[in-house]
């Protein structure tokens, strides 16, 4: 008769190795180095590509600095302050309605905002933007029909 039938295994690190190998239940382990294990975390953190980001400017909330590229979107609802837009719409087959860029929503505003080529930035009604002591706002004739936009030093 067997003495173990049930054997349990369990992974333990084996330093010599660098690798975890299985080890019957019973062995022991010291357990990874904090070297090993931070070396681990950065090689997986470095190896996920970047995705595009789409962020929320809360109502209240103020964003300052940044860049919008690759196809990241920021909707405005706060203040965002100084942004770099280099992101917007594509041009040929594969190309799509909305591929990013800035969008200032009802009470949001955009204040010294770079748009480069290809940047696109939306100002919707009762959004603002301001550069340089110049605003531009859209809004809606009380009709509901067209919209205006509007430029003065403020």
Not at 22 to 48: C, D, I, P, Q, Y
Not at 59 to 82: C, K, M, W, Y
Not at 89 to 109: H, M, R, S, V
């Amino acid at each position: 008769m067997k003495r173990h039938l049930n054997t349990s295994y369990r992974l333990v690190w084996n330093h010599i190795t660098g690798t975890l190998v299985v080890a019957s239940e019973l062995a022991r382990s010291r357990g990874k180095r904090t070297g090993v294990a931070v070396a681990l975390s950065l090689a997986a953190v470095t190896s996920v590509p970047v995705l595009a980001a789409d962020t929320v400017v809360q109502a209240g909330e103020t964003v300052s600095g940044g860049t919008l590229t690759n196809h990241d979107n920021q909707i405005v609802f706060g203040t965002a302050n100084g942004m770099t837009i280099s992101t917007g719409l594509e041009y040929g087959p594969d190309n799509e309605a909305n591929t990013g860029g800035q969008w200032i929503q009802n009470g949001g505003i955009a204040n010294n905002t770079t748009v480069t080529g290809g940047g696109l930035q939306r100002v919707n009604a009762g959004g603002s933007v301001s550069d340089h002591g110049y605003q531009c706002r859209r809004r809606t004739e009380p009709s509901g029909a067209g919209s205006e936009h509007h430029s003065e030093r403020r």
